[in-house]
């Protein structure tokens, strides 16, 4: 931006995201339970949109706690090039040195996690899985987007209470609802202060359809028309035939 500034030129930013992810109490657990999963861990959680804060209704919040260990125990980790690897490697070192950093208040904040919890040793820059149960809000689980294989999984009662949570950070680039209630589903879903919010699915994504992030998640859209329209000069003409 500052570049850009010194000869006005316009720039399109997609930046950063920490994206929530609201799970209604009438859900069916385990068609969800997949399909949430995979959209928390896809590319070891290296892609801004994925789910990054995960809120589950107190309800149901113990069995689907339970389903979600079982399902993300079994993503094997190792060399993305084999075909039965779901999690590969941190990108680099910096972002690896981060996630340490992150790991380490697991116990200075006494946090529990409910799968993995430590980063083993090996010869490149794996993260096993991590699942944390219920941490604080103002931990920096919570706070910070780790861009590595870390969830934390709040439980939630309150509607106004959670699409509060949801919004309380500076991010805004992705959000989700899933919930069978579908008037219920649109009604959160239209308080959610982010760029892209889905209904029942997460990171869909199409070529002719704006993508962007609200507040600190970036500054204007790339795809679809009014992508396009970012890269476009206005011109009013005022046209008369005579004088």
Not at 35 to 44: D, P, Q, R, V
Not at 99 to 128: E, M, P, R, V
Not at 135 to 145: A, G, T
């Amino acid at each position: 931006m500052a570049s850009c500034a010194k000869t006005l030129k316009r720039v399109t930013l997609e930046l950063g995201g920490n994206d929530p992810a609201i799970v209604c109490e009438d859900v069916d657990i385990d068609a969800v339970i997949p399909k949430i999963g995979i959209l928390s861990y896809l590319c070891s959680s290296q892609i801004c949109m994925m789910i990054k804060r995960l809120y589950v209704h107190e309800k149901i919040y113990d069995a689907f706690m339970e389903r979600l260990v079982a399902f993300v125990k079994n993503l094997k980790v190792g060399d993305g090039t084999d075909t039965d690897v779901f999690v590969g490697p941190v990108q680099n070192k910096m972002q690896f040195d981060k996630a340490k950093d992150l790991f380490k208040t697991i116990t200075t904040d006494n946090l529990k996690a409910a799968l993995g919890g430590s980063i083993q040793d090996s010869a490149g820059y794996f993260i096993h899985p991590t699942i944390i149960d219920n941490p604080p809000e103002s931990s920096r689980i919570v706070q910070e987007e780790p861009f590595a294989p870390i969830l934390p999984v709040m439980k939630w009662s309150d509607e106004d209470d959670v699409i509060a949570k949801a919004n309380a950070l500076e991010t805004g680039l992705g959000s989700s609802v899933w919930c069978k209630d579908f008037e219920r589903a649109t009604r959160i879903a239209d308080q959610l202060q982010s760029g892209s919010v889905w209904v029942n699915s997460h990171f869909d994504v199409l070529p002719n359809v704006p993508f962007g992030g609200h507040k600190q998640s970036g500054m204007g859209v790339e795809w679809g028309l009014t992508g396009l329209l970012g890269y476009c000069n206005s011109q009013t003409q005022w046209l008369k035939k005579s004088v």
